[in-house]
């Protein structure tokens, strides 16, 4: 019923500091089911689904646990947005961070890029192999083909011969 814990705006920083920027603002995790006196209740308009979020919210666009759909957190009558702005050292502090959360991210994404650069690498290689596997085995099957092939004339010539054995024992 609730979104307590629903981010607002995705990040990228650490887990640890992350989850605790969002539940500064949405709440925490474990207020899923207890709605405050300052949360914001209010239904998604396109599927009529009851939403809470902490005040800290008002005004904000967030999707929908429901429909997925994108929904404003309405502003609550006697307040306003200005209520929720933050002091200059807040504002110095949240930048700060977010300096250090894009840093952390460029360097996830590096990361992440050498992953994907190695994975590329090793799917050409793997494929590769699978060719030349693949041609190998035609070359086998074409081998047994030809192993029965020749089996089936020494079947055939031990045969022939058995005949003329038995053939030569009755006269």
């Known amino acids: 019923m609730t979104t307590a814990s629903q981010t607002v705006v995705e990040t990228t920083a650490p ?5 605790a920027d969002r539940d500064a603002l949405l709440g925490s995790a474990s207020d899923d089911d207890e709605i405050r ?6 239904d998604c308009p396109h599927c009529s689904h009851s ?17 997925a ?8 009558e006697g ?10 050292e807040q504002t110095l502090g949240q930048l700060f961070y977010t300096r ?3 840093v952390h991210a460029e360097e996830r994404i590096a990361e992440l890029e050498e992953v994907v650069n190695s994975l590329k690498e090793r799917r050409s290689a793997m494929e590769k192999a699978r060719m030349t596997t693949l041609h190998h085995c035609a070359e086998l099957s074409g081998l047994c083909q030809s192993i029965q092939h020749s089996q089936n004339e020494i079947t055939g010539s031990l045969s022939r011969i058995l005949e003329l054995i038995a053939a030569e024992q009755q006269h």
């Open 79 to 88: 307040m306003n947005v200005g209520d929720l702005d933050l002091s200059a």
């Open 69 to 76: 759909k994108e929904v404003q957190v309405p502003i609550p």
């Open 37 to 42: 006196p300052t949360d914001i209740v209010f």
């Open 15 to 19: 887990r640890d500091q992350a989850a």
């Open 100 to 102: 250090r959360a894009l």
């Open 51 to 67: 939403l809470c979020i902490d005040y800290r919210g008002a005004g904000l666009l967030t999707n929908c646990t429901e429909c």
